[in-house]
């Protein structure tokens, strides 16, 4: 499975939209980019996943280059309750494998 | 159920005990993970089940470690003489075949004094 790579950290003031980005510039064509995040002290959520085309969905939005060696998840209007860790994973089949991920800061 | 629970959701055991942490996924969930989280540090993947086989265990960190599955359905955790690097959270996840949203479980955190 391809290795991501996230910044460790990053704010977002609330109201305003988080850009979280991801390389997976090792990534092979049958490979999925998923997103997931955890919130202290709780397992994690899924979020939004896609190959080449980017989705949206109720959560998140999640744009992928056209060359798919990166990605960026989407939150449109950031909220206090979005401050938590998002990784950026990507797999074809069998295990989730988490890396460090982003840890988000939503302030007010 | 509604989710994937996981049992106790809170165990402290002596140095050298053997524990079992008992998961329950989501009924018709074929595929079912097993993570540890020690505290501040990111999650450890152990072992993924699909059905009751074990394709992937390449993350059980020692052989003390072991976990099997009954079915398609319950799964068990084992540690057998527990050290106090196993105090971690122990989180497990199940998700349908093949499918990429995987629901987990709240945890059970284990203290190993």
Known sequence: ??????????????????NLPCNHSTIS?????????????????????????????EMASL?????????TLILPHATLRDTAVYYCIALAGTALIFGKGTTLSVSS | ??????????????????????CDPIS??????WYRQRLGQGLEFLIYFQGNSAPDKSGLPSDRFSAERTGESVSTLTIQRTQQEDSAVYLC??????????????GTRLTVV
């Not at chain 1, 998923?34 to 002290?41: D, G, T």
């Not at chain 1, 744009?63 to 990605?71: A, Q």
């Not at chain 2, 996840?93 to 709240?106: C, D, K």
């Open chain 2, 93 to 106: 996840a199940s998700s349908l075949a093949r499918h990429p949203e995987a629901f987990f479980g709240q």
């Open chain 1, 63 to 71: 744009i992928i280059t056209e060359d798919r060696k990166s990605s």
């Open chain 2, 28 to 33: 018709g969930h074929t595929a079912l993970y």
């Open chain 1, 1 to 18: 499975d391809a290795k991501t790579t996230q910044p460790p950290s990053m704010d977002c003031a609330e109201g305003r939209a988080a």
């Open chain 2, 1 to 22: 159920g509604a989710g994937v629970s996981q049992s106790p959701s809170n165990k402290v055991t002596e140095k050298g005990k053997d524990v079992e942490l008992r």
């Open chain 1, 29 to 57: 064509g049958n490979e999925y980019v998923y997103w997931y995040r955890q919130i202290h002290s709780q397992g994690p959520q899924y979020i939004i996943h896609g190959l080449k085309n980017n989705e949206t969905n």
